[in-house]
């Protein structure tokens, strides 16, 4: 693999991956003929994000001979890459970041002012693909509007705030602040704005509706988008689904996916009924509820340490740990807990065509590996 | 009850927002009296708030193009609520370019301050943005725990020297100390001084001027029979002058001290339409 950026675009490289940074702690990358996809999904798959930089983007794009490589690695590597923002701009000319699958390494090279070189060598692991599954096109609901107007509404908002509500109807959008339905809500400071539709570039609404969800995740995108001038779209449709936010042009597309609150308390799973054979349970797992999307996703990555206890298992929530249920009730008096506990997760589905995925087969490519060093050590020892 | 007041003045909205930044910069909680003419901040001295107290005077008519009240009863015409400044500061931050603010007395499911402001937007119909903050009425038998501070008898009064010298001096005496001596006599002499086992510190302020009490203050000496060299000091908490001094958003037109000797600290800012004042209580 052998990637070419230059001038201004390294630097909305460097903010697409610092975009990223505020969804998760893995930056997933993959190259594809359509262009390179930067994804990242956060630890209670309540938020995923996309760049997608098309050939175009590049001076130069070469996918790597092996059609189906990808690959994750902390994203905080990668952004100490990018670190400063300001000397990108003033120095660095071109950014090439290349494929060194013989020590594992990508190489990120940055060809500074004056001949200087910067290389850093980040080392990657192999990973089945990440993909949320989502569809623009069937939203119901569609507002696009100038950056402008979502960074000045989000102002009104404190920044510790995590759930937001919208609410649209014929010639209104409402956005409030979302709270929980506790003792302490009704000592809550309630803020709301109202705008009307004509604020927006593009309105549509096909019925009025009202979904909730994270605010945090998205400021990550407001600040990509303000900062390229770029117009917001945002997508969505009945509670429960995902709300879909896009940033596009001629040579990026940037898709932030927010799971939204659920009026009842499974969480929406339509499409389910295209993996049915993805309902078996990884071990970690006793979900005696519709997870099998959050089941998909698992099944599609290598266990690392996501069954960390990052959202309290509440009944209504997608994810429920083997512990004890001492340990539930105590994870749930936690009024710390991520916010998005009823929050439905987004499906996942693995990106190989093949559709059942047991919970062995997620070793696929380390076995791929594996079998390597087993023939290593047979060619010694023969 | 009813309460419904609204600003218009960019100016007036600002003013009155720098004064509730400054009261929630020295209080989480207190009460906001309502009458027909003022707006109080009060904070009365408990153990809760370390005995300090606060009262903060603001004439409505300098802020408020419309300013409706009916109080609880018609011959106690006010309305005590207590509420936590800095929900209205927060709701006062964004809206500061707004066209007008309302701020009325509302019922959603508890008793509630509610702010709204008309933003400029893009289009001809304005962004209104509103802020429920929740707050608590205070019953009439309580009112009496909340009346205006009189005016101790103090020992020396005298003004305070330029804020942002005082600050500077009290935030490196912080580090040394966490208590401070405040001394000054009616010869415009003011001394801080810290005393610890291993320094000492005294930083000196001269011709300060002492302001004229005349027959509104009471003194327990008049001037003429006091020694004006004599000093009258209070031993105070640095940190209760530090979040003082701190919180001020404005340089005020008047700032000046009473001391009680070895009992109180009283500060006093004056600024246009706004007093406020500051009891500190000394300690052993």
């Given at each position: 693999m052998d990637c070419v950026a230059t001038g201004g675009n390294v630097k909305v490289l460097a903010k697409a991956i610092h975009s990223l940074s505020r969804i998760g702690e893995e930056l997933y990358l993959e190259p594809l003929e359509d262009g390179l996809a930067l994804r990242s999904v956060n630890s209670s798959r309540s938020a995923f994000a996309c760049f997608l930089l098309s050939p175009l983007f590049f001076q130069r794009y070469q996918t790597p001979s092996d059609q189906s490589f990808r690959c994750k690695m902390p994203i905080k590597s990668v952004q100490a890459v990018f670190k400063s923002l300001a000397s990108l701009d003033r120095s660095v000319e071109k950014c090439r970041i290349q494929l060194n699958s013989e020590k594992n390494r990508l190489t990120i090279t940055l060809h500074c002012k004056h001949g200087l070189l910067k290389t850093h060598n980040l080392s990657y692991q192999e990973c089945e693909g990440l993909q949320a599954v989502f569809d623009k096109e069937s939203c119901a609901n569609v507002l696009q509007a100038q950056p402008r107007l979502m960074v000045d509404t989000v102002l009104h908002f404190p920044p510790s705030l995590e759930e937001v509500n919208l609410s649209v109807s014929s010639d209104r959008v409402w956005l409030r602040n979302h709270v929980e339905d506790d003792a302490d809500s009704s000592r809550a400071m309630m803020t709301e704005l109202c705008l009307s539709s004509?604020?927006?570039?593009h309105f549509a609404v096909g019925s009025q509706t009202s979904v909730t969800f994270c605010l945090k995740e998205l400021r990550g995108l407001l600040v990509f988008a303000e900062s390229s001038g770029l117009p917001v779209s945002l997508y969505f449709d009945e509670p429960g689904s995902p709300v879909i936010l896009s940033v596009t042009d001629s040579v990026l597309e940037a898709n932030f996916v927010l799971a939204t609150l659920s009026e009842d308390s499974h969480p929406k799973n339509h499409v389910n009924t295209k993996h049915p054979d993805t309902e078996q349970p990884p071990d970690d797992f006793m979900s005696d509820d519709m997870d099998s999307f959050l089941i998909a996703m698992e099944t599609s990555e290598l266990p690392v340490p996501s069954h960390v206890p990052t959202s309290p298992p509440r009944p209504t929530s997608y994810r429920k740990h083997s512990f004890s249920e001492e340990e539930e009730e105590e994870e749930e008096a936690l009024a710390e807990g991520p916010p998005n506990k009823k929050f439905c997760s987004l499906f996942f589905g693995s990106v190989l065509p093949t559709p059942s995925h047991l919970p062995n087969q997620t070793m696929q490519s380390q076995e791929v590996l594996a079998s390597d060093s087993e023939d290593e050590n047979q060619t010694e020892t023969s | 009850m009813k309460f419904r007041a609204k600003i218009i003045d960019v100016g007036c909205l600002n003013h009155f927002t720098r004064v509730v930044n400054t009261v929630s910069r020295l209080t989480k909680a207190c009460v906001l009296r309502l009458t027909c003419d003022h707006l109080y901040f009060v904070l009365s001295g408990r153990v809760a708030s370390g005995g300090v107290s606060m009262w903060c005077e603001l004439s409505q008519g300098n802020f408020f193009d419309e300013f409706q009240l009916e109080g609880v009863s018609a011959d106690a015409n006010e309305i005590f609520l207590e509420v936590a400044p800095e929900n209205l500061s927060r709701a006062l931050k964004t809206a500061q370019n707004a066209k007008s603010v309302k701020i009325k007395l509302t019922k959603k499911s508890c008793p509630c301050l509610t702010l709204a402001a008309e933003l400029p937007s893009l289009s001809s119909v304005s962004r209104v943005v509103t802020h429920d903050i929740p707050v608590d009425v205070i019953p009439r038998r309580l009112w009496h725990d909340f009346r205006e501070p009189q005016m101790p008898d103090f020992d020396v009064s005298i003004y305070l020297p330029p804020l942002k010298t005082m600050k500077s001096v009290v935030d490196r005496m912080k580090n040394l100390s966490n208590y401070l001596v405040l001394e000054a006599n009616l010869n415009g002499e003011m001394n801080l001084k810290i005393d610890t086992d291993l320094v000492s510190v005294t930083t000196h302020f001269k011709e300060l001027g002492n302001p004229p009490w005349g027959d509104d203050g009471s003194q327990s000496s008049s001037p003429a029979h006091r020694d004006p060299d004599l000093m009258a000091e209070a031993r105070v908490e640095i940190r209760k002058l530090q979040q003082f001094l701190t919180g001020q958003q404005v340089n005020p037109s008047r700032a000046m001290c009473n001391i009680v000797d070895r009992r109180i600290l009283h500060l006093i800012f004056l600024h246009e339409d706004v007093s406020l004042q500051y009891f500190i209580p000394a300690v052993v």
């Open positions: 004509e604020e927006f570039d | -």
